[in-house]
C-alpha cells in the first residue's frame, strides 16, 4: 500500500492513507487529533488482524494514554518532534515495561521487562505513541518472517496466495503494508528490516552497527545487530531515524543525482539465481539513472564475494556463534517448543571453534578495508534487496532443503551490508507480473546515513 497524499487529513477512516510525517503535519495543523489517530490504527487492527499475525500485542491503554498526553501537547503548541503523536509498531524483540517481550518465541513467552528498550523510551519521550508489538520470526534468525508457533503474516500482495511476508521483521513490514501503523521499527542483523521493506513494497533503513543503541533488545547477534525503521517513504524513515535517535528531525533534500556516482558490480554472487522481473526493474532503474544525469560504474567488485563466502561459511560464522552463545542453553532445554529450522541454525554454533572466529574476524576487517578503498568514489552502491520474490508459506513451513534455500536467497544480498559494517536502504522499485514488489538496495560507507538517505529520497523522486 503506498501513501495517498490526498486523503482528506481529519477524515476519519481515512488517516491510516497518510504517511507518517502527513500524519504529524495534520496533527501541527489542527486537522488530525493523536487520538482520532490512534483510535482508526487500533480499530484496523483489530478488524484486519484478528488472528493476531501482525500484531502479537496491541497496546491498547498505552497508546491511549499516550495519545491522551500528545493531544495536549498539540493544543498547546508544545509538540516536541515531527512525529509527536503519531503511532508506531514496534517489533517484538523491543522490551516494553510490563508487557511480554517474547522474541516470537514459546520459551520466552513469560519474559516481561520492566522498562522500555532504549530506543522506545527515546521515541516516547519525542511523543510518539507505542501502538503495538510486531510478529518476528523466532529470534530474530530467519529472512523469511516464518513462525508457526506464533502466526507467521502473510504478505498482503498475494489475495490468492499465502507468501511469507520476509523476516526477521515480519509484522512490522505487513503492518504498514496493511495500513496497521503508518511506520514501524524493526532490526536487521542480516536484512531483517531490508527484505520485509523490498517484499511489501516499503522503504527500509539498515543503520550503521552502533548509531542507534540495543539496550533492551533481545540480542541475536550483537555484533551485527542494528535497529532501523520500515516507512512508507524515505522522508519518514529519515524522520524516524532522529526520532530514534531522540532528537528533531531536519529537512530531507534530494541529493543532485547529476552529480551522483553508482556503482554496479558487474556479475558475482549478488545477480545469481536472480529472478528475470526483478533482474528488470534494476536495469529499468539504471536507465532512469543515466538519463537523470548519474554516473554509473559498473565493474566487478570481489569483495561482495569474498564476504559472502566468508558469511555463509559453517566453520566461521560468527553470528551463528554469538546466537548460540546467548541462546544454545535455553534452545536445548526447550527443543520441543522451538521452530526447527531456527533451532538448527543456533545449535550449529556448539561445533564453532574459537580460533577459526578469530581467523574470521580479522578476514572480515580485511575485507570490509578493500571493499571501502574500492567504493572510496562512488555515493553509493546498487544491488537488487532480495533476488527472488517471496514464496509461499506453505511450501517452505516445514522447513527442509526448500527452507534452506529460500531462506539463503532472501539473506543473500543484504547480509553482505551487515556483514561489512555499512548503512544500506531499500527502496520500492516497481512490481513482477504478479503484483509482487521488488526491492533496490544501496549501499553506503558506514555513518553516511544522512548522505545515503538524501540519495535515496532522490532515487525514490525519479522512480515514482
Avoid at 246 to 253: D, K, S, T, Y
Avoid at 376 to 403: F, K, M, N, S, W
Avoid at 452 to 461: D, F, G, K
Amino acid at each position: 500500500m503506498t501513501s495517498n497524499s490526498t486523503a482528506p487529513a481529519g477524515h476519519h477512516g481515512e488517516l491510516f492513507r497518510l504517511t507518517a510525517l502527513e500524519l504529524g503535519r495534520a496533527i501541527e495543523a489542527g486537522h488530525a487529533d493523536p487520538r482520532e489517530v490512534t483510535e482508526e490504527f487500533l480499530e484496523r487492527a483489530g478488524l484486519m488482524d484478528p488472528d493476531n499475525r501482525v500484531y502479537v500485542r496491541l497496546l491498547e491503554r498505552r497508546a491511549r494514554a499516550e495519545a491522551e498526553a500528545a493531544s495536549g501537547r498539540a493544543q498547546r503548541g508544545l509538540r516536541r518532534h515531527a512525529l509527536d503523536g503519531v503511532p508506531l509498531s514496534w517489533k517484538d524483540l523491543f522490551d516494553v515495561a510490563g508487557e511480554a517481550t517474547a522474541a516470537g518465541s514459546l520459551a520466552l513467552k513469560s519474559r516481561i521487562p520492566a522498562q522500555d528498550a532504549e530506543v522506545l523510551a527515546r521515541a516516547t519521550r519525542m511523543g510518539s505513541i507505542a501502538l503495538g508489538k510486531t510478529a518476528m520470526t523466532e529470534l530474530a534468525f530467519s529472512g523469511l518472517g516464518i513462525n508457526p508457533k506464533f502466526g507467521t503474516p502473510a504478505n498482503p500482495h498475494d489475495a490468492r496466495i499465502e507468501r511469507v511476508p520476509g523476516g526477521s521483521s515480519a509484522g512490522a513490514g505487513v503492518s504498514v503494508a496493511m495500513g496497521l501503523a503508518p511506520a514501524a521499527i524493526g532490526t536487521d542483523t542480516g536484512g531483517s528490516v531490508r527484505i520485509p521493506a523490498a517484499w511489501n513494497g516499503l522503504v527500509g533503513l539498515k543503520t550503521t552497527a552502533g548509531r542507534l543503541p540495543l539496550t533492551g533488545t533481545v540480542p541475536l547477534s550483537p555484533t551485527f545487530d542494528t535497529v532501523g525503521p520500515i516507512a512508507r517513504d524515505v522522508e519518514d524513515a529519515s524522520a524516524l531515524l532522529a526520532l530514534l535517535e531522540g532528537r528533531e528531525a531536519r529537512a530531507l533534500h534530494p541529493a543532485d543525482l547529476s552529480r551522483a556516482t553508482f556503482w554496479l558490480p558487474q556479475g558475482g554472487v549478488v545477480w545469481e539465481s536472480v529472478e528475470p522481473p526483478i533482474r528488470s526493474a534494476l536495469d529499468n532503474a539504471i536507465r532512469r539513472l543515466i538519463r537523470a544525469g548519474a554516473r554509473i560504474v559498473e565493474h566487478p567488485l570481489p569483495a561482495l564475494d569474498e564476504i559472502h563466502a566468508l558469511a555463509w561459511d559453517p566453520k566461521a560464522s560468527r553470528l551463528v556463534a554469538e546466537a548460540y552463545a546467548q541462546w544454545g542453553g535455553m534452545l536445548a532445554a526447550n527443543e520441543s517448543l522451538i521452530y526447527r529450522p531456527v533451532f538448527e541454525r543456533v545449535m550449529a554454533g556448539e561445533k564453532l571453534m574459537a580460533g577459526d572466529l578469530v581467523r574470521a574476524d580479522l578476514k572480515r576487517k580485511e575485507i570490509a578495508a578493500r571493499y571501502l578503498a574500492a567504493t572510496a568514489g562512488a555515493d553509493a552502491v546498487i544491488l537488487p534487496a532480495v533476488a527472488i520474490a517471496p514464496p509461499p508459506i506453505a511450501e517452505l513451513q516445514d522447513g527442509g532443503e526448500a527452507y534452506g534455500r529460500a531462506n539463503r536467497l532472501a539473506l543473500r544480498n543484504t547480509t553482505i551490508g551487515n556483514q561489512l559494517g555499512l548503512c544500506a536502504i531499500s527502496l520500492p522499485c516497481g512490481q513482477d507480473d504478479r503484483g509482487l514488489p521488488i526491492g533496490l538496495m544501496l549501499q553506503g560507507a558506514p555513518w553516511t546515513e544522512e548522505r545515503l538517505l538524501s540519495l535515496a529520497l532522490a532515487v525514490e523522486r525519479l522512480l515514482k
